[in-house]
């Protein structure tokens, strides 16, 4: 899907390249499994192996953990059926 994806992206901008970036979610780095970085990993691969992409899967570092409050924001709203 990406590698057909992105290149469409190029096109629609009408650009020749483009750095890729994740931004990671609510921890930070250290406490990830190796196994929950993987997509990081599936996208620096692909920026890596295209002349039309860079890499910028390392560019955005979280150093604080950051309390995530949507689910219980749901709950509280009563957004959440059981």
């Known amino acids: 899907m990406l590698l057909e994806d992105l290149p469409q992206i190029l096109q629609i901008l009408k650009i020749n390249s483009l750095t890729i970036c994740t931004v990671p979610r609510a921890k930070k780095e250290g406490e990830y499994h190796k196994n929950q970085l993987l997509f990081r990993t599936t996208i620096g691969d692909l920026a890596r ?29 009563n957004r959440i059926f059981n």
């Not at 953990?65 to 689910?71: M, R, V």
């Open 49 to 77: 192996c295209s002349e039309n992409f860079e890499d910028g899967t390392g560019y955005i570092i979280r150093n604080t953990d950051t309390k995530t409050t949507h689910l219980q924001k749901a709950i509280t709203e």
